[in-house]
């Protein structure tokens, strides 16, 4: 979600209006009253025009509320921007995974050749025809939020929100010019940006996520900074469009994933010529030759010792965390309280702040999945309970997810760890085996790289509370499985359930190898 408060619209009180309030305001302030007016220009305002705040403001639209968006893009380091939609179709999700189908079919044609396909050796990939359609689409959808808000007059407005007294924002747009506004109710949905590592020459050479997307030139010879979902994911489809790739490791991959899966991952990619420099940090980025790709040379440290390693790329993306867009809203004039070392937004189950009449969705929140469909999912019940008396609140249990590395994983629920510790080792059971898709045996490439994993709670009737699957098509399976496992799926219902053959996921209903007894999971044959 952009950070902040994508293009115009004006409504609600005129600036003169605004600012002679405003100023009534402060001066009431400064006498020592606090008034909170008592007539709003708005229902609700919500601050933050990605996927979260967007789905909330039609959705209370509906109800025919007055609702009004604030969104703002701050620029990256690098002067990148974009249009209104958030992250995840900008910057995060959509190119993506638009990038990964892009390596895929690089595979498939290698592939392809097998099945009887004939073309001159020689195939190459043009990165701006890549870009260029990726872009030309996000423009599409950037067009449709525009129009859909219009359609159930929202107020939108291209500009940065924030808080400067009780039930008023200040919105500046990009001339600089402000107007404060007073709502009933506040939504923040502000979501995150990358982070940088503090460095001599990051903000100066590297780029992020928020600049990959729409890089005006193949990015060359890469070093991807991070082990992160995002780090993995561009480092995957960067080696698949042809490029040399280096991931640069701090500790672990996939933090917070199930580690059995994630180290598959990091070794399938490793296999497939991405090379990882494992337990190294970067100190400082230097630029050789200016370009496009130029050349930069990296010196990093090792995290073990005082070893320096040199070595020089072309592009340097940086993909080490996000930090939430909560410290420069003016929350603390209105004393919304946030985690001070994170920046999160502590919440109650109904997304309400420690002052009610603020709420927040979407990445921003404490101990809260960071995905977009959760954000959209919260935004509207949200707006339900508050406009429709509705009581369902967000489940933020069993959320299904799926990383988008060129082996593809899909899980939902415990991680084999996380389960571990909550039931105890002794209390739950592993079924896991490795499955080769029948597409790739002929190409005869990559057998028992694809894995199967369930983790059952023996204590409740084997009930199915983790699921892992990597391998092609992995978030389309696990769609189905989630909502298996929302209705309590138990491993006695999955054996019963007959599988489709052949496909990937039939394999779930045949899983009898347990990780307790040691046996082999390697499979020959149909």
Request: proline share 4%.
């Amino acid at each position: 979600m952009g950070c902040g408060t994508s293009p115009c619209g004006h409504s609600g009180v005129g600036f003169w209006e605004a600012h002679k309030e405003g100023s009534l305001q402060k001066q009431r302030e400064m006498n020592g009253h606090t008034v909170v007016p008592h007539s709003y220009d708005y229902d609700l305002i919500v601050i933050g025009g990605g996927s979260g705040g967007l789905a909330a403001a039609k959705e209370a639209a509906k109800y025919e509320k007055k609702v009004m968006v604030l969104d703002f893009v701050t620029p990256t380091p690098l002067g990148n921007s974009w249009g209104l939609g958030g992250t995840c179709v900008n910057v995060g999700c959509i190119p993506k995974k638009l990038m990964h189908q892009a390596a895929l079919l690089g595979q498939a044609l290698q592939d392809s050749r097998k099945f009887g396909w004939q073309f001159p050796e020689e195939v190459k990939h043009n990165w701006m025809t890549m870009t260029e359609s990726v872009q030309n689409y996000i423009g599409s959808l950037n067009w449709g939020y525009r129009v859909a808000l219009r359609e159930k007059k929202v107020t939108y407005e291209n500009a940065y929100g924030e808080f400067v007294g009780p039930h008023t924002v200040k919105a500046t747009n990009k001339r600089g010019v402000e107007k404060l506004y007073t709502a009933e109710r506040f939504l923040i949905a502000t979501g995150e940006r990358p982070r940088y590592l503090g460095i001599p020459g990051d903000k100066e050479y590297c780029i992020s996520s928020d600049d990959l997307f729409s890089l005006p030139y193949c990015p060359g010879k890469t070093l991807v900074v991070g082990a992160s979902y995002v780090a993995l994911e561009c480092a995957g489809f960067l080696a698949g469009v042809g490029l040399d790739v280096t991931v640069m490791v701090r500790s672990i991959l996939l933090r917070g994933f199930d580690q059995d899966i994630a180290n598959k991952i990091g070794e399938y990619m490793e296999e497939h010529g991405i090379n990882f420099i494992r337990e190294f940090v970067p100190i400082k980025v230097e630029q050789i030759k200016e370009g496009t790709p130029g050349i930069l040379k990296v010196t990093s440290k090792s995290t073990k010792g005082n070893e320096i390693i040199e070595g020089e790329y072309n592009t340097v993306l940086l993909a080490i965390g996000r930090d939430a867009c909560t410290r420069k809203i003016g929350l603390d004039k209105v004393g919304v309280i946030i985690n001070e070392k994170t920046g999160k937004i502590p919440v109650n189950d109904k997304e309400q702040t420690n002052v009610p009449y603020i709420y927040a969705i979407g990445d921003i929140l404490q101990d809260k999945l960071e995905l977009t469909p959760v954000a959209i999912q919260a935004g509207r019940l949200l707006v339900r309970r508050l406009y429709a008396g509705a009581t369902t609140k967000c489940d933020y249990v069993n959320v299904p997810t799926t990383v988008f590395t060129p082996l593809e994983y899909g899980a939902c629920g415990y991680s084999e760890e996380a389960a571990v510790e909550k039931f105890g080792e002794e209390n739950i059971e592993v079924y896991h085996s490795h499955f080769w898709p029948l597409e790739w045996t002929v190409p005869s490439r990559d057998n028992n790289k694809c894995y199967a994993k369930i983790i059952c709670n023996i204590q409740d009737s084997e009930r199915v509370i983790g699921f892992h699957v990597l391998g092609p098509n992995a978030g389309e399976v696990t769609q189905g499985f989630a909502a298996a496992m929302k209705c309590g799926i138990t491993k006695e219902q999955l054996d019963s359930t007959i599988g489709i053959h052949p496909v990937c996921a039939e394999i779930f209903t045949t899983l009898t190898v347990t990780k307790r007894s040691g046996e082999n999971t390697l499979l020959s044959g149909c």
